[in-house]
């Protein structure tokens, strides 16, 4: 069996594949069976993932498919090992669907690679590179990485990453189609690109590490983004920071005590060294904040409260403008992904007290203390210019240790569309 061709109607199976049966195989023909539900997508994950059960290594979508359907099945469909081929409908809609694709394989990819594979350099390195081959006219980057971070004073993403042999890196990419150095920024793109995280001093049980290669995911989801975006024909300037390191334990490690004082003279308190991701997106929200853009969005896999909240169904939405947010859930419905507004209030910034610096980078307490994932947003907006202009993505539905019964195990690349969708509206 070597290709199969799979088409999907509101009819029911047949009798003798039972009342309840999502999908029917006829010859060399499967037909997913949607009946008259309105969870279409939840049904087309379920299929894809019986139809890769039955070991079948290629596949051609025929018939009637909403685009977004046949993404919901590529990903689906495809798993990180001994993966199968889709092959998308052949109509006016195959261009657009195989961008969509190619992002978020290029999201999951990176998301997914060991962390023996993927450095803080070749993180940097490869969304650069890719994001370049996409309009090598339109793209300038810059990485900064090991001592030269702190002497430009990088400080988050120094002292995180020091513990490491392989040195921390920020990615400055700048993504200007116009080719005017004068043209504004319409949009910032900061991520988390935590590519291995220990916990540091605050050290993480072995459950609780083995996932943790997924920790650079927001770095790959606005890189995916982005990419998608310029395949789309983006007209409007971005900039994008990537802020990269591996959080490990060594005689260099930053400790339990530390203060560190940031570019805007903000000074932080480190009562947890596996609050790490907010330390770094800290150097990227200042970096993004002196491009003066339109709007900053910042992508990260940064706490486990948003998880408690969402589970790994849906990406969390933080911003101090309800407008803002909303604009961005809007986008999110159109393109059929899973984003929920969590509360944040100036006065967030309050929530990680120190007596020895303005702020601590947490709660001296399990997972942060309650309200941590709103806690950590407050957190951030300290480091915002304008946070009138700011979105927080806190990524719970970026990975998935185990398979489901709609999603192979690994990386998902869910929000890429949405932040595209976004930056072209």
């Keep these: 069996m070597t290709d199969m061709k799979v088409k999907i109607t509101t009819n029911p199976a047949d009798s003798h594949w039972g009342d309840k049966a999502l999908i029917s195989v006829t010859g060399s023909e499967v037909t997913i069976h949607l009946g008259d539900s309105t969870e279409r997508l939840r049904i087309v994950r379920k299929a894809a993932r019986q139809i890769d059960a039955l070991g079948i290594p290629s596949v051609t979508l025929k018939g009637e498919w909403t685009p977004a359907e046949q993404i919901a099945f590529a990903i689906s469909f495809t798993k990180v090992r001994n993966s199968g081929q889709v092959h998308f409908c052949d109509n006016q809609d195959l261009t657009a669907v195989e961008q969509t694709f190619a992002a978020r394989q290029f999201t999951r990819k990176l998301t997914n690679d060991t962390p023996e594979a993927l450095a803080p350099m070749d993180l940097a390195t490869q969304s650069a590179e890719w994001l370049s081959s996409l309009n090598p006219q339109a793209v300038k980057y810059n990485i900064i990485s090991g001592e030269a971070l702190a002497e430009q004073g990088w400080i988050g993403i120094y002292n995180v990453g020091r513990g490491s042999e392989r040195p921390p890196a ?40 083995l996932d943790m290669k997924c920790d650079m995911g927001g770095a790959a989801t606005v890189t995916g983004a982005l990419g998608l975006a310029i395949m789309q024909g983006l007209k409007k300037r971005v900039k994008l920071y990537l802020c990269c390191a591996e959080n490990l334990v060594s005689g260099h490690a930053y400790k339990l005590g530390d203060i560190l004082t940031y570019k805007n003279g903000v000074s932080v308190e480190i009562v947890n060294t596996d609050a790490e991701g907010r330390l770094v997106l800290a150097d990227g929200l200042i970096a993004a904040s002196q491009e003066n853009p339109g709007c900053i969005i910042d992508a990260a896999t940064l706490t486990g409260a948003a998880t408690v909240a969402l589970g790994n169904d849906y990406h969390a939405v933080f911003s101090l403008n309800a407008a803002l947010s909303q604009s961005l859930l809007s986008q999110a419905d159109t393109q059929q992904e899973k984003f929920w507004p969590l509360p944040l209030e100036l006065w967030h910034q309050e929530k990680c007290p120190s007596a020895f610096a303005d702020t601590a980078n947490s709660r001296p307490q399990k997972g942060g203390g309650g309200g941590g994932a709103s806690n950590a947003a407050g957190f951030l907006s300290r480091f915002v210019q304008e946070p009138q202009n700011w979105l927080h993505l806190d990524l719970a539905a970026a990975y998935h240790g185990s398979a489901t019964a709609e999603m192979p195990a690994g990386a998902t690349a869910a929000g890429v569309s949405t932040i595209a969708a976004f930056m072209q509206a």
């Design 170 to 209: 920020m990615l400055e990419l700048d993504y200007n189609p116009s080719g005017d150095d004068n043209e504004a920024v319409a949009y910032a793109l900061v991520g988390k690109g935590i590519t291995f995280d220990s916990g540091g001093y605050s050290l993480k049980s072995s459950e609780g590490m």
